[in-house]
């Protein structure tokens, strides 16, 4: 996406007449996925790098009329995957596991690719907005402990469940496991019964 662009609906349009509309301000990279954070404002990843970076509505709620802040969110930090001879080694993410939480914490987990290489990485963190009170940006954690090990996430799919769990696949097998958020640790399911892999 060159641009991000904001669904308007006005007045007493139905969904087939919505149209889009161009932000005012422009976003300040290239951009792929966002997320809707639990106090209005969207944080974005910036393609092929470890940064995102957060769009706030103005003073009438409008995103199109938002701003983005003037420095980008704190930089991912860097982790370690041994299945590709990861250590210490830049998260630039494509293609990856991103979901809010209930509690307004962020989990950004996976990738197809680090920095356009072609790997299956397990490599996550949580991103807390209010980390780091007064300064305007959030902290990240370390890195999580995930179940199923090196090679196994990737792209893999991931959601909120109602209940705040937040629950994620293992792309080379029918299993899913769920997040622990207080000890960043993933805890593997009982196989859901899936007659195939979840990639």
């Known amino acids: 996406m060159v641009g991000v662009l904001v669904a308007v609906v006005a007045g007493r349009r139905t969904e087939a007449q919505a149209q889009w509309t161009a932000l005012t301000n422009a976003p300040p990279g290239f951009l792929d996925p966002c997320l809707l954070l639990t106090d209005g404002s969207v944080m974005c990843h910036e393609y092929n790098t470890n940064r995102w970076h957060r769009l706030s509505p103005d003073v009438n709620g409008s995103y199109a009329n938002g701003t983005w802040n003037s420095t980008p969110i704190v930089a991912m930090p860097n982790g370690n995957d041994p299945s590709f001879g990861c250590v210490n080694c830049s998260y630039q993410p494509l293609f990856f596991c991103s979901s809010v939480l209930a509690d307004?914490?962020?989990?950004?987990?996976?990738?197809?690719?680090?920095?356009?290489?072609?790997?299956?990485?397990?490599?996550?963190?949580?991103?807390?907005?209010?980390?780091?009170?007064?300064?305007?940006?959030?902290?990240?954690?370390?890195?999580?402990?995930?179940?199923?090990?090196?090679?196994?996430?990737?792209?893999?799919?991931?959601?909120?469940?109602?209940?705040?769990?937040?629950?994620?696949?293992?792309?080379?097998?029918?299993?899913?496991?769920?997040?622990?958020?207080?000890?960043?640790t993933y805890t593997a399911l009982n196989p859901p019964g899936k007659l195939d892999q979840n990639n």
Do not use: K
Not at 135 to 156: C, H, K, P, V, Y
């Open 104 to 184: 307004g914490r962020v989990v950004v987990i996976g990738g197809e690719y680090i920095n356009l290489s072609l790997v299956w990485s397990n490599i996550g963190f949580i991103y807390d907005p209010a980390g780091n009170p007064g300064t305007g940006q959030g902290t990240w954690s370390a890195q999580l402990t995930e179940a199923f090990g090196g090679g196994r996430i990737g792209d893999s799919m991931c959601i909120v469940l109602e209940n705040g769990t937040h629950v994620l696949s293992d792309i080379a097998s029918g299993n899913i496991e769920a997040l622990n958020p207080a000890t960043l």
